[in-house]
T-cell receptor, first 111, second 117 residues
Framework: DAKTTQPPSMDCAEGRAANLPCNHSTISGNEYVYWYRQIHSQGPQYIIH???NNETNEMASLIITEDRKSSTLILPHATLRDTAVYYCIVRVVKKGGKLIFGQGTELSVKP | DSGVTQTPKHLITATGQRVTLRCSPR?????VYWYQQSLDQGLQFLIQ???????AKGNILERFSAQQFPDLHSELNLSSLELGDSALYFC????????????????FGQGTRLTVV
């Protein structure tokens, strides 16, 4: 499984966009990029995933670079409830595609 | 609500004991994952089952075992418990069908908090 690198922590002002970067320079062609978040010891929550195209859903946008070696999760209007640890995961495409979590980015949204 | 149910929510037991944690996946999900999260630690992948068969193994101790039953629920058995086994244990499930298996998200339960005293 490809490894990911994320900054350990970030701050964001409430109402502003939060841009969380992730490096996955050893990603393979059939591996997807997934983003999850964990709010204070709750079960991790799925946010979004993508292969090579940019994706958007009701929670966030995912921007994947053309070479697929990095991506950015964008929370367009961060709220205090978005304070959490955000995990970027690269997942193999096969049966048993386990999700391996790294250390993630602790995002603090401040008033 | 993710649709994944874990029981019990809290469990307190003594060292040396054995416990069983239960996970009911979302309806239709064939794959079940187990994770351990110790205090201030990351999520450690333990084991995965797919349609009753062990599919992938992570950092699971020999004192721990798991299985997935025909109705697709799963149990994680922890034996000879030590103080260091105190942690949150999460279960997740996903569909895992079809060719584009990476194109399926996993949904997590709210966890079982195990305290070994």
């Amino acid at each position: 499984d490809a490894k990911t690198t994320q900054p350990p922590s970030m701050d964001c002002a409430e109402g502003r966009a939060a841009n969380l970067p992730c490096n996955h320079s050893t990603i393979s062609g059939n591996e997807y990029v997934y983003w999850y978040r964990q709010i204070h010891s709750q079960g991790p929550q799925y946010i979004i995933h993508g292969l090579k195209n940019n994706e958007t859903n009701e929670m966030a946008s995912l921007i994947i670079t053309e070479d697929r070696k990095s991506s950015t999760l964008i929370l367009p209007h961060a709220t205090l409830r978005d304070t959490a640890v955000y995990y970027c995961i690269v997942r193999v495409v096969k049966k048993g595609g386990k999700l391996i979590f790294g250390q993630g980015t602790e995002l603090s949204v401040k008033p | 609500d993710s649709g994944v149910t874990q029981t019990p929510k809290h469990l307190i037991t003594a060292t040396g004991q054995r416990v069983t944690l239960r996970c009911s996946p979302r309806s239709g999900d064939l794959s079940v994952y187990w994770y351990q999260q110790s205090l201030d630690q990351g999520l450690q992948f333990l084991i995965q089952y797919y349609n009753g068969e062990e599919r992938a193994k992570g950092n699971i101790l020999e004192r721990f075992s798991a299985q997935q039953f025909p109705d697709l629920h799963s149990e994680l058995n922890l034996s000879s418990l030590e103080l260091g086994d105190s942690a949150l244990y999460f279960c997740a499930s996903s569909v895992e069908q079809g060719v584009t298996l990476g194109n399926t998200e996993a949904f997590f339960g709210q966890g079982t908090r195990l305290t070994v005293v």
